[in-house]
């Protein structure tokens, strides 16, 4: 009992990201309007870059830019342990463009829809589409 | 110059199709050359970059001239060689031949139209050049992207099957991504050669595992293995019909070739066949997937969508046949990937040439085309045949290995799922010649008396000549494709498989 | 011998295929039946053009393509691919001359088509014919297969399709279902399917698998008809005359027993079988075939469902041939397919013309039909002795062989079953042309004057009822290929 908590109070982060993640699946399957589903899709999406931006991250670190003042030997005294790790928070600028793209192109989608349809709940565009 | 080939093969489609967008704001005229000047600048160099393979090896590239860890890299070797060659190939072509269907459809967007076009080709391009596994991830979201807009154009049903398939692609990618977050933390980086040097020494951790489920999983996802596939069918057959001839024959093979990548390059064979064992129950997975598609291809009437059924058990051929993890078995995946490409294409072709002719959409509107459009239905027939498996085209030839594959195994649930395949194939498309070969029935003995003219004195209304001329090379690249199998077997696929599979 | 390494079997094969679109895109009929003519005697030209150095021993090899490592597209003729080609090319000609008769004197819709399906069946008859592996002999036996169907199909009706559709069923279904796995079995067991004269799969295979194989292979080349998996070939009947009698009654159904012949011979090995006691059964099967084709046979009225019945029957007899292991059975089986073939173009031939003449097809109606169009009626009296097996026709020496087949190899039973089949035969052929001449004035259904069919329709049938009783007296080259190719066996 004492070791689940511990990993779940030291490790909390990783499971703030699973409750998104599932939060947002779970909007994404489960509910009927699409606009719902598109916000479920993009919490999905958010929980995995938070979870990259959270692997880089170090206790008692910090951002990853040297001093120019220690001069050029300076570099061999870098210690990996001081900075936090900044590729992921590089990564996820890439992600965080995808996923701004993404969540543009699924509300242009729904707008057509929308106005194809006059609605967004899906059960009645089925319902318009089956009696076609 | 040529050192560059696998970097212009990104480059130049990723600069023009920016110019194409410029290109529609101040005459559309320009639109339609400067893609098909990209496109055929890309074929050429993906021709280029594979005879350069072919000659010294792995061709690597560092974008900027970063070399990696830092920098992110291009890698081509054998597999994507010729996956690459495919795509260009298959990409230009359809622009070529599906030229008079745009211009008419979308005379007021072609510089859209265009723009994504070409965007699209080049993330494909990019996934299956790339050799870092995020830059995979960013590629296959360009591609998915400028896929669900370009479906999204269609009319009807097609925003509503844009938009589930943006969901389940999302999810899909996301998966992948976190998939390969899990590498990262296990290794420190995202290089695939790198990443394939240090997984070992962890194979047996829970991290790893979890990576590869993760990857597997999105990767099947967008793949549209079933069962995971719900967002196909509809995706592909709303779509309009230039992109459904575009994305039906790339977008699935490329993450077939994706999926074996990472089995091959990152995860190695020794981790996915032999740690995991998991080869058996994929290939079971596979056999219900071939068998489940051809059932679903056969309950429907309308023809787009009965061929992406076929996609869905094709999807199954590849993913079973990869993980029968014996030689002949991943040789009949990867050739399949670039014989499916061709003869998806193929078809795909011939039924956007037929839809733009025939109002309705279901397989029995098609009554009398063999009269009214000999060539189009002949490329129909040869597409068909090569989907069945009739040699000599090339889907006899990547069957005849996948089948062997199977034998070696002993995998004999995945050999009858193929031939069972074979079979409905056969009805499929016969059914379908039927149609359009003897409806409809004149009341007295086929009608006499015309003699050598055309059946029913029906007078012929062909597709526009440049779609005819593009589809007649398609089904001509069928019979070549089949020819050479054993070449393109000896001279690429052998390389790529590992030494220690048998 | 080394073979010959030479173009010639593959252009003998290619030239029908070249002469396809000349055909098809042909404005004027004229110049349509100058295409097939041409092609047809080029074809003929290069096949007995390889005649002789065939006889003398020789083999001509090719290789098209290498599609597999290990395994490529090889054209191999040998002297019984020698035999079949130079039968099948040469009635092409012949059945050309009466394609023309049937379809002009019908006014048959669609004739272009019609003769470019015909040329392109013709290739791929060939390609089997030489077919140096077992690949190859695939590729062009799916390729006759899809090239034909146009042809059984062509009326372009309801019943047109329902049989079409039976035909493919039947022979594209069986060679997936049953010919592919068996042959890549036999590739995954020794990665190999060149034709051997002693066979590929000797010591690798248990008796169990080998006996698997067999049957897949046996009913898997369905074109052979041999039952269950005949049901096809009567149906097939709806196509026109000139179909059914050169393609249901030499080229597809002769590729069907040929590819039987040549897997059996070739992959299994005659020695094989015989050590594993398993031509016995392929015997059983055929008998069961020959003895209950012929007895359906005698309750048709329609003649050309007769003759298909008779056809199956018929076609057994090669299987059988094959099945005795014997070098004398193999020998009849062989030129069974030669001599066969002339006796049921024959009849195929008059059944057409005696259709084109008075719009008959059953046999109640054709009594006293003799007095009508005697000639006519004469070569089907012939070709009817040729299929029963009586001299002085053709029939009678490759019966004669299997009959010495079955002694040789001490098959009693087998020799009873030849006897009874000639004597079903002799029932179901001879009243035909019994009521056609011989009947009373009150019986006859035919009044009037001699009235022989279109001249295109009547001297085909007479060139073949001759050639049968030529056959009888002077049966080379078909018996030396056959015994060459039965000592090559070694049987």
């Given at each position: 009992?004492?070791?689940?908590?511990?990993?779940?109070?030291?490790?909390?982060?990783?499971?703030?990201?699973?409750?998104?993640?599932?939060?947002?699946?779970?909007?994404?399957?489960?509910?009927?309007?699409?606009?719902?589903?598109?916000?479920?899709?993009?919490?999905?999406?958010?929980?995995?870059?938070?979870?990259?931006?959270?692997?880089?991250?170090?206790?008692?670190?910090?951002?990853?830019?040297?001093?120019?003042?220690?001069?050029?030997?300076?570099?061999?005294?870098?210690?990996?342990?001081?900075?936090?790790?900044?590729?992921?928070?590089?990564?996820?600028?890439?992600?965080?463009?995808?996923?701004?793209?993404?969540?543009?192109?699924?509300?242009?989608?729904?707008?057509?829809?929308?106005?194809?349809?006059?609605?967004?709940?899906?059960?009645?565009?089925?319902?318009?589409?089956?009696?076609? | 110059?040529t050192?560059?080939y696998s970097?212009?093969l990104?480059?130049?489609?990723?600069?023009?199709?920016?110019?194409?967008?410029?290109?529609?704001?101040?005459?559309?005229?320009?639109?339609?050359?400067?893609?098909?000047?990209?496109?055929?600048?890309t074929f050429l160099a993906s021709v280029g970059v594979l005879a350069e393979v072919q000659q010294n090896g792995v061709v690597e590239y560092?974008?900027?001239?970063?070399?990696?860890?830092?920098?992110?890299?291009l890698r081509v070797d054998h597999l994507n060689g010729i996956v690459l060659v495919a795509i260009a190939a298959v990409a230009l072509l359809?622009?070529?031949?599906?030229?008079?269907?745009?211009?008419?459809?979308?005379?007021?967007?072609?510089?859209?139209?265009?723009?994504?076009?070409?965007?699209?080709?080049?993330?494909l391009l990019?996934i299956t050049a790339?050799g870092?596994?995020?830059?995979?991830?960013?590629?296959?979201?360009?591609?998915?992207?400028?896929?669900?807009?370009?479906?999204?154009?269609?009319?009807?049903?097609?925003?509503?099957?844009?938009?589930?398939?943006?969901?389940?692609?999302?999810?899909?990618?996301?998966?992948?991504?976190?998939?390969?977050?899990?590498?990262?933390?296990?290794?420190?980086?995202?290089?695939m050669v790198?990443?394939a040097?240090?997984?070992?020494?962890?194979?047996?951790?829970?991290?790893?595992?979890?990576?590869?489920?993760?990857?597997?999983?999105?990767?099947?996802?967008?793949?549209?293995?079933?069962?995971?596939?719900?967002?196909?069918?509809?995706?592909?057959?709303?779509?309009?019909?230039?992109?459904?001839?575009?994305?039906?024959p790339l977008?699935t093979k490329v993450m077939i070739y994706v999926m074996v990548r990472v089995m091959l390059t990152v995860f190695t064979p020794v981790?996915a066949f032999e740690?995991?064992?998991?080869g058996?129950?994929?290939v079971?997975?596979a056999?219900?997937?071939?068998?489940?598609?051809?059932?679903?291809?056969?309950?429907?009437?309308?023809?787009?969508?009965?061929?992406?059924?076929?996609?869905?058990?094709e999807v199954g051929y590849m993913v079973g046949g990869f993980w029968l993890g014996n030689r002949a078995g991943i040789s009949g995946a990867i050739l399949h990937i670039v014989n499916d490409a061709a003869m998806t294409f193929c078809?795909?072709?011939?039924?956007?040439?037929?839809?733009?002719?025939?109002?309705?959409?279901?397989?029995?509107?098609?009554?009398?085309?063999?009269?009214?459009?000999?060539?189009?239905?002949?490329?129909?027939?040869v597409g068909?045949l090569s989907i069945i498996g009739v040699p000599p085209t090339c889907g006899f030839f990547s069957k005849w290995y996948l089948i062997s594959g199977g034998l070696a195994a002993g995998h004999?649930?995945f050999v009858?799922?193929l031939l069972?395949?074979s079979?409905?194939?056969?009805?499929?498309?016969?059914?379908?010649?039927?149609?359009?070969?003897?409806?409809?029935?004149?009341?007295?003995?086929?009608?006499?008396?015309?003699?050598?003219?055309?059946?029913?004195?029906?007078?012929?209304?062909?597709?526009?000549?440049?779609?005819?001329?593009?589809?007649?090379t398609a089904a001509v690249m069928l019979f070549a494709l089949g020819l050479y199998a054993g070449d393109i077997v000896e001279g690429f696929v052998t390389h790529v498989i590992p030494a220690g599979i048998l | 011998?080394e073979p010959?390494y030479s173009f010639?079997p593959l252009?003998?094969i290619l030239?029908?295929?070249?002469?396809?679109?000349?055909?098809?895109?042909?404005?004027?009929?004229?110049?349509?039946?100058?295409?097939?003519?041409?092609?047809?005697?080029?074809?003929?030209?290069?096949?007995?053009?390889?005649?002789?150095?065939?006889?003398?021993?020789?083999?001509?090899s090719y290789t098209l393509a290498r599609v597999l490592p290990g395994l490529s597209l090889t054209l191999r003729?040998?002297?019984?691919?020698?035999?079949?080609?130079?039968?099948?090319?040469?009635?092409?000609?012949?059945?050309?001359?009466?394609?023309?008769?049937?379809?002009?004197?019908?006014?048959?819709?669609?004739?272009?088509?019609?003769?470019?399906?015909?040329?392109?069946?013709?290739?791929?008859?060939?390609g089997?014919?030489f077919a140096g592996n077992l690949l190859t002999l695939y590729l062009f036996y799916e390729m006759?297969?899809?090239?034909?169907?146009?042809?059984?199909?062509?009326?372009?009706?309801?019943?047109?399709?329902?049989?079409?559709?039976?035909?493919?069923?039947?022979?594209?279904?069986?060679?997936i279902?049953?010919v592919l796995p068996a042959m890549l079995m036999v590739y995954h067991l020794t990665g190999d399917l060149a034709f051997a004269?002693?066979?590929v799969l000797?010591?690798h295979?248990?008796?169990?698998?080998?006996?698997?194989?067999?049957?897949?292979?046996?009913?898997?080349?369905?074109?052979?008809?041999?039952?269950?998996?005949?049901?096809?070939?009567?149906?097939?009947?709806?196509?026109?005359?000139?179909?059914?009698?050169?393609?249901?009654?030499?080229?597809?159904?002769?590729?069907?027993?040929?590819?039987?012949?040549?897997?059996?011979?070739g992959i299994?090995?005659?020695?094989?079988?015989?050590?594993?006691?398993?031509?016995?059964?392929?015997?059983?099967?055929?008998?069961?075939?020959?003895?209950?084709?012929?007895?359906?046979?005698?309750?048709?009225?329609?003649?050309?469902?007769?003759?298909?019945?008779?056809?199956?029957?018929?076609?057994?007899?090669?299987?059988?041939?094959?099945?005795?292991?014997?070098?004398?059975?193999?020998?009849?089986?062989?030129?069974?397919?030669?001599?066969?073939?002339?006796?049921?173009?024959?009849?195929?031939?008059?059944?057409?013309?005696?259709?084109?003449?008075?719009?008959?097809?059953?046999?109640?109606?054709?009594?006293?039909?003799?007095?009508?169009?005697?000639?006519?009626?004469?070569?089907?009296?012939?070709?009817?002795?040729?299929?029963?097996?009586?001299?002085?026709?053709?029939?009678?020496?490759?019966?004669?062989?299997?009959?010495?087949?079955?002694?040789?190899?001490?098959?009693?039973?087998?020799?009873?079953?030849?006897?009874?089949?000639?004597?079903?035969?002799?029932?179901?052929?001879?009243?035909?042309?019994?009521?056609?001449?011989?009947?009373?004035?009150?019986?006859?259904?035919?009044?009037?004057?001699?009235?022989?069919?279109?001249?295109?329709?009547?001297?085909?049938?007479?060139?073949?009822?001759?050639?049968?009783?030529?056959?009888?007296?002077?049966?080379?080259?078909?018996?030396?290929?056959?015994?060459?190719?039965?000592?090559?066996?070694?049987?």
């Amino acid at each position: 009992m004492e070791a689940i908590l511990s990993s779940f109070l030291t490790k909390y982060n990783y499971w703030v990201f699973i409750g998104l993640v599932m939060i947002g699946l779970y909007a994404l399957i489960a509910k009927r309007n699409l606009v719902k589903k598109i916000i479920g899709m993009n919490i999905a999406q958010t929980a995995v870059i938070l979870f990259y931006v959270s692997i880089g991250a170090k206790q008692g670190s910090t951002i990853p830019i040297l001093d120019s003042s220690h001069g050029h030997d300076a570099h061999h005294a870098v210690q990996a342990i001081d900075y936090i790790n900044p590729l992921p928070h590089v990564l996820m600028l890439t992600a965080i463009v995808v996923s701004v793209a993404t969540l543009g192109v699924a509300l242009a989608l729904a707008i057509k829809v929308y106005q194809q349809y006059g609605t967004l709940e899906e059960d009645e565009i089925q319902a318009q589409i089956d009696k076609t | 110059m040529t050192a560059h080939y696998s970097a212009l093969l990104i480059v130049v489609p990723l600069v023009v199709a920016f110019m194409v967008t410029i290109a529609g704001w101040i005459d559309k005229r320009w639109c339609f050359p400067l893609s098909a000047a990209a496109l055929l600048a890309t074929f050429l160099a993906s021709v280029g970059v594979l005879a350069e393979v072919q000659q010294n090896g792995v061709v690597e590239y560092f974008m900027a001239g970063w070399e990696p860890p830092v920098g992110i890299n291009l890698r081509v070797d054998h597999l994507n060689g010729i996956v690459l060659v495919a795509i260009a190939a298959v990409a230009l072509l359809n622009l070529l031949g599906t030229r008079p269907i745009v211009e008419k459809t979308y005379a007021d967007r072609l510089g859209a139209f265009y723009t994504l076009y070409i965007l699209l080709v080049t993330g494909l391009l990019g996934i299956t050049a790339t050799g870092d596994a995020f830059n995979l991830y960013v590629l296959i979201e360009i591609a998915a992207l400028t896929g669900y807009a370009l479906i999204g154009m269609g009319p009807g049903r097609a925003s509503l099957s844009s938009l589930n398939y943006l969901f389940m692609g999302t999810v899909g990618a996301s998966l992948y991504l976190l998939g390969v977050g899990y590498l990262y933390l296990a290794t420190g980086t995202l290089n695939m050669v790198d990443l394939a040097a240090r997984l070992p020494e962890i194979y047996d951790s829970r991290l790893v595992l979890s990576a590869f489920i993760l990857c597997l999983a999105g990767l099947c996802l967008k793949m549209g293995f079933f069962p995971l596939h719900a967002w196909l069918p509809n995706a592909y057959a709303h779509a309009p019909s230039p992109v459904s001839s575009l994305v039906a024959p790339l977008v699935t093979k490329v993450m077939i070739y994706v999926m074996v990548r990472v089995m091959l390059t990152v995860f190695t064979p020794v981790f996915a066949f032999e740690r995991l064992q998991l080869g058996g129950s994929m290939v079971w997975l596979a056999v219900i997937a071939i068998v489940a598609g051809s059932f679903l291809a056969l309950s429907t009437r309308r023809l787009k969508r009965m061929l992406t059924f076929i996609i869905v058990a094709e999807v199954g051929y590849m993913v079973g046949g990869f993980w029968l993890g014996n030689r002949a078995g991943i040789s009949g995946a990867i050739l399949h990937i670039v014989n499916d490409a061709a003869m998806t294409f193929c078809v795909f072709l011939a039924a956007a040439a037929i839809q733009q002719r025939n109002e309705g959409e279901t397989i029995d509107d098609l009554q009398g085309l063999f009269a009214k459009m000999p060539v189009t239905m002949a490329v129909f027939v040869v597409g068909g045949l090569s989907i069945i498996g009739v040699p000599p085209t090339c889907g006899f030839f990547s069957k005849w290995y996948l089948i062997s594959g199977g034998l070696a195994a002993g995998h004999y649930g995945f050999v009858a799922a193929l031939l069972f395949s074979s079979l409905i194939n056969l009805v499929l498309f016969f059914r379908i010649f039927e149609i359009a070969f003897f409806e409809p029935f004149t009341d007295h003995h086929g009608g006499h008396g015309h003699g050598g003219e055309g059946v029913h004195g029906v007078a012929i209304e062909e597709a526009p000549l440049q779609m005819l001329v593009v589809m007649v090379t398609a089904a001509v690249m069928l019979f070549a494709l089949g020819l050479y199998a054993g070449d393109i077997v000896e001279g690429f696929v052998t390389h790529v498989i590992p030494a220690g599979i048998l | 011998m080394e073979p010959i390494y030479s173009f010639k079997p593959l252009a003998a094969i290619l030239v029908s295929l070249i002469a396809a679109p000349f055909i098809f895109g042909s404005r004027s009929p004229n110049v349509r039946e100058g295409w097939t003519f041409l092609a047809a005697l080029i074809k003929f030209a290069l096949v007995g053009s390889m005649l002789p150095a065939v006889l003398a021993g020789q083999e001509f090899s090719y290789t098209l393509a290498r599609v597999l490592p290990g395994l490529s597209l090889t054209l191999r003729v040998d002297a019984f691919g020698m035999l079949f080609a130079l039968v099948s090319s040469s009635l092409w000609i012949v059945t050309s001359a009466y394609s023309i008769g049937y379809m002009r004197g019908l006014d048959e819709h669609a004739q272009n088509r019609y003769f470019t399906c015909f040329a392109i069946s013709l290739s791929a008859t060939l390609g089997v014919a030489f077919a140096g592996n077992l690949l190859t002999l695939y590729l062009f036996y799916e390729m006759l297969s899809l090239a034909t169907y146009p042809l059984v199909a062509h009326h372009q009706d309801r019943e047109a399709r329902t049989s079409g559709r039976k035909y493919l069923l039947y022979t594209v279904g069986a060679s997936i279902g049953l010919v592919l796995p068996a042959m890549l079995m036999v590739y995954h067991l020794t990665g190999d399917l060149a034709f051997a004269p002693q066979g590929v799969l000797a010591g690798h295979a248990t008796r169990t698998t080998v006996a698997v194989l067999l049957f897949m292979f046996v009913f898997g080349f369905a074109k052979a008809a041999v039952m269950p998996l005949h049901s096809w070939l009567p149906a097939a009947m709806v196509a026109p005359t000139p179909v059914s009698a050169l393609l249901h009654a030499v080229a597809v159904v002769k590729v069907g027993v040929f590819s039987i012949f040549r897997t059996l011979s070739g992959i299994f090995g005659t020695d094989l079988l015989a050590d594993l006691n398993l031509g016995v059964w392929v015997t059983a099967v055929a008998s069961v075939t020959i003895l209950t084709g012929s007895l359906i046979a005698l309750s048709q009225d329609n003649l050309k469902r007769r003759l298909a019945f008779s056809t199956i029957a018929q076609l057994s007899y090669i299987v059988l041939g094959v099945g005795l292991l014997s070098a004398k059975g193999l020998t009849g089986g062989m030129i069974h397919i030669a001599m066969h073939a002339f006796g049921k173009i024959t009849l195929f031939f008059c059944a057409g013309a005696i259709f084109v003449a008075t719009g008959k097809k059953n046999i109640s109606e054709m009594t006293g039909l003799g007095r009508r169009m005697p000639i006519t009626m004469g070569a089907f009296f012939i070709g009817a002795l040729s299929v029963i097996g009586l001299p002085p026709t053709g029939g009678f020496l490759s019966k004669w062989y299997l009959a010495l087949g079955s002694l040789e190899a001490n098959q009693w039973p087998i020799l009873v079953v030849l006897l009874t089949s000639s004597l079903l035969n002799a029932f179901y052929f001879l009243p035909v042309v019994y009521k056609a001449f011989f009947c009373t004035e009150q019986e006859s259904l035919f009044t009037g004057p001699r009235k022989e069919p279109p001249r295109w329709c009547l001297v085909p049938p007479v060139i073949t009822a001759v050639c049968s009783v030529v056959l009888f007296f002077y049966p080379q080259p078909f018996l030396k290929l056959a015994r060459m190719a039965a000592a090559a066996l070694g049987g």
